[in-house]
């Protein structure tokens, strides 16, 4: 059967990338840069080997933006955009402090959601993925890429590349 959500066990043990469209990566670090708040969104995408391609994203609202986020269980399983034939396989959110660690409350969200996470730093520079393994939080590399066939992009101000790596956080 096919899921409707949410990333099999073995998928999240194989995946090692994240791999984002320049035009999608630019959309989410705008929509980020934009708000005085954390921001997030649900991230739909297809698993390929090792790597999950992200295809679209939802913004979702945060229902505690002056905490940290929260997002309704509801909100967040609604269809697909239209056009949308990818299922829905992350979160994404952006922290107005400091880096795009996840804190320690990404952490047991990280551990309990078949998702791979993703979080953005709004000063600017970082788009960090993270899932989960038997060992911990596991960080993913985050690849930029242009298929897009709307024209050149380039390459965002807002966010780069991090490089790729594999984390234990605590
Ligand atoms: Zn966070």
């Known amino acids: 059967m096919r899921r409707r959500y949410g990333l099999s066990g073995m998928e999240l043990k194989q995946l090692r990338a994240v791999v984002i469209?320049?035009?999608?990566?630019?959309?989410l670090g705008t929509h980020a840069g934009a708000a005085?708040?954390?921001?997030?969104?649900?991230?739909?995408?297809?698993?390929?080997?090792?790597?999950?391609?992200?295809?679209?994203?939802?913004?979702?609202t945060n229902?505690?933006?002056s905490g940290c986020f929260?997002?309704?269980?509801?909100?967040?399983?609604?269809?697909?955009?239209?056009?949308?034939?990818?299922?829905?396989?992350?979160?994404f959110h952006s922290h107005l402090q400091g880096s795009a660690q996840p804190s320690d409350l990404d952490c047991s969200?990280?551990?309990?959601?078949?998702?791979?996470?993703?979080?953005?730093?709004?000063?600017g520079d970082e788009l960090r993925a993270f899932t989960w393994s038997k060992a911990g939080v596991r960080e993913l590399s985050v690849q930029t890429s242009s298929r897009s066939t709307?024209?050149?992009?380039?390459?965002?101000?807002?966010?780069?590349d991090s490089e790729p790596s594999i984390r234990q956080g605590g």
């Open 70 to 91: 929260m997002v309704s269980v509801n909100e967040l399983l609604h269809p697909a955009p239209s056009g949308e034939k990818s299922r829905l396989v992350g979160l």
């Open 36 to 60: 005085g708040y954390e921001i997030c969104a649900a991230l739909y995408g297809y698993v390929e080997n090792s790597s999950l391609v992200v295809t679209g994203w939802r913004r979702l």
């Open 21 to 27: 469209d320049n035009a999608l990566r630019q959309q």
């Open 150 to 160: 709307e024209g050149p992009h380039n390459v965002s101000a807002i966010l780069v």
């Open 109 to 123: 969200s990280i551990a309990r959601l078949p998702f791979v996470w993703t979080i953005t730093s709004v000063a």
């Open 63 to 65: 229902r505690d933006p």
